[in-house]
């Protein structure tokens, strides 16, 4: 029998034209995947740090009932005993210096240089109630204690308003000197958007701007 021969059409091969194009294609998928990746982290790194100013809301409830119903100070003790050592009993720790419990609620995204001088890189507001008030005229009338003064829970007004504990670069947080003014201490943008997270004093928490935090520093009541 005679062999017989197929004859095949020769294959095409990519042109340079066509790789570059499907190079190009596989590029953009990957900055969107990537992309992607970032902003699913940036948002998993920002709902870590509102869980961990949950846990602190709660130990700062436990703090309160423990004590005659006063609300955590900013500091006791000469400004020795800040709010973040007398709340880790209640997160856990054996006493106001056990540190292992730090690591549970420190925000996972700090963006300035202190990323360890305060333990968790979050600020208090130290007087609700007075935090527009000017320094000289909040001495004369609390015989300079703005730090230490005992508020009472119960005393707290506006409380899904008023600013209890945010993103911050120092341990405690302070109004601007007017209402348009600029909060001191709260870490803007470390989360992105120019926003950082709040804890108010009914224990929610939101995501504001500059404007949104000295407001709810300055004078809360007035939203």
């Known amino acids: 029998m005679p062999a017989v021969f197929v004859v095949r059409p020769p294959r095409r091969a990519f042109t340079l034209i066509e790789l570059l194009a499907v190079l190009a294609i596989l590029g953009v998928l990957t900055a969107?995947?990537?992309g992607g990746l970032r902003n699913f982290s940036a948002k998993s790194q920002s709902l870590k740090c509102a869980s961990n100013l949950r846990q602190i809301y709660l130990a700062a409830e436990s703090y309160s009932q423990e004590n005659n119903g006063k609300l955590v100070p900013g500091s006791r003790s000469g400004n020795s005993e800040f709010w973040l050592y007398l709340l880790r009993p209640y997160l856990g720790g054996k006493d106001m210096w056990d540190t292992s419990v730090?690591?549970?609620v420190r925000c996972p995204t700090p963006k300035s240089n202190y990323k360890n001088y305060w333990a968790w890189n979050y600020g208090m507001n130290a007087r609700p109630?007075?935090?527009g008030t000017s320094s000289s005229t909040y001495d004369k009338l609390f015989a300079w204690e703005?730090?230490?003064r005992p508020f009472q829970t119960v005393g707290i007004t506006h409380k899904s308003r008023r600013l209890f504990v945010c993103d911050a670069n120092e341990w405690q947080v302070q109004a601007g000197a007017s209402a348009t003014s600029v909060a001191s201490f709260p870490e803007y943008n470390r989360h992105g958007q120019g926003k950082c997270n709040v804890l108010f004093y009914d224990g929610h928490v939101e995501s504001l701007n500059s404007a949104q935090i000295n407001q709810a520093l300055f004078n809360p009541g007035n939203q």
Do not use: I
């Open 129 to 131: 109630g007075f935090e």
């Open 32 to 34: 969107l995947l990537l």
């Open 146 to 148: 703005p730090l230490q």
């Open 102 to 104: 730090d690591n549970r």
